[in-house]
């Protein structure tokens, strides 16, 4: 089977319409779950629920609003989301003064810089800009602050943060990119695959973990990460994903097998980013967005999961 025939602009039309009307039964359901509370309580998880389906009609309408307006507004986009998940990034690691001219290096030049190289289709300079060119050039101008202090740590932690904000989550932009024989024109609906398939993940492994999460996976990393949220939210994401063969060149199986592989991926982007934040003694990366915490806490499983996405694609199918 193949994509189904129908003009790309129809296409996400459609996707955006049934996003909609998904986000409206799940805030109807918000909405009667507040109203049956007895006059006066109130339920934390009714709460954080609400306002997680609050915060899913902004990002929603922004990324409607993004694809509308075309591709170079989709690079900006995700070249803001890179610049606010790295500022929320280095706010709670430990820097120093010797380290502000990387750091400058990296908000000022590598992070527009990548995104720019994107626009140009650079493909053969931006998939080695970071994990190269920065990577040796950071603690280059780390050493002329004069500063020993924890050295290698705090190298590390700007390298780590460049390359989790910056140079992965910019492989969602890059799949405009890639020239798929019989896909003209319908990049953008590999995005919108990506980012159904991985965020609904999330979706479901909180749901699944609320209903019939029994058993821990590592409080110590993840309080609220249970085996049983794991499994059905991976699973039913994988279908989900599956049932969006249509908007992409995938067969149905292919679909599954690659929302699969990236479904557990994005799990263990998150695992890691929890393991990080637990370090700094937090329990998100900010405040910004109601009910999901940080930018970064929002887009910690998508930073995984869209550098191999890409490359299979890339791989397979260009």
């Known amino acids: 089977m193949t994509a189904l025939d129908l003009s790309p602009s129809h296409t996400l039309l459609f996707l955006f319409a049934g996003i909609a009307g998904f986000l409206l039964v799940a805030s109807l359901i918000?909405?009667?779950?507040?109203a049956r509370l007895p006059e006066g309580r109130t339920n934390?998880?009714?709460?954080n629920l609400n306002a997680r389906i609050n915060a899913w009609w902004v990002m929603v309408l922004v990324l409607a609003l993004a694809f509308w307006a075309g591709n170079t507004a989709v690079i900006v986009l995700f070249a803001f989301i890179s610049?606010?998940?790295?500022?929320?990034y280095i706010s709670v690691t430990y820097t120093r003064r010797g380290d502000y001219r990387a750091l400058l290096w990296c908000f000022f030049f590598f992070l527009p810089l990548q995104y720019w190289l994107i626009a140009k289709n650079w493909y053969g300079l931006?998939?080695?800009l970071?994990?190269?060119y920065a990577f040796l050039l950071l603690p280059i101008s780390s050493t002329l602050g004069a500063d020993t202090t924890r050295f290698l740590e705090r190298a590390a932690k700007v390298q780590w943060g460049l390359m989790i904000c910056v140079y992965c989550l910019s492989y969602v932009p890059a799949l405009l990119l890639l020239d798929i024989p019989g896909f003209t024109d319908r990049n953008l609906q590999l995005i919108v695959f990506l980012l159904l398939t991985v965020q609904s993940s999330d979706v479901f492994q909180y749901v699944w973990g609320k209903l019939l999460g029994r058993r821990k996976l590592a409080p110590e990393i993840s309080p609220s990460k249970t085996l049983e949220g794991l499994v059905g939210g991976v699973l039913t994401s994988t279908a989900v994903g599956a049932a969006l063969w249509w908007i992409?060149?995938?067969?149905?199986?292919?679909?599954?097998?690659?929302?699969?592989?990236i479904n557990m991926l994005g799990f263990f982007g998150g695992f890691v980013l929890s393991a990080i934040k637990r370090d700094r003694g937090i329990k998100d990366w900010g405040n910004l967005i109601e009910g999901?915490?940080?930018?970064?806490d929002r887009v910690d499983s998508v930073s995984f999961s869209a550098p191999i996405f890409f490359h299979i694609v890339r791989y397979w199918w260009v």
Do not use: K, N
Not at 44 to 47: C, N, Q
Not at 83 to 88: G, N, T, Y
Not at 248 to 261: E, G, R, S, V, Y
Not at 292 to 296: E, P
């Open 30 to 34: 918000g909405l009667i779950l507040r």
């Open 130 to 132: 970071i994990p190269v």
């Open 292 to 296: 999901h915490g940080g930018m970064l």
């Open 248 to 261: 992409t060149p995938f067969t149905w199986w292919q679909a599954a097998l690659i929302a699969l592989t």
């Open 126 to 128: 931006f998939s080695i």
């Open 44 to 47: 934390p998880v009714i709460l």
């Open 83 to 88: 610049f606010q998940a790295l500022r929320e």
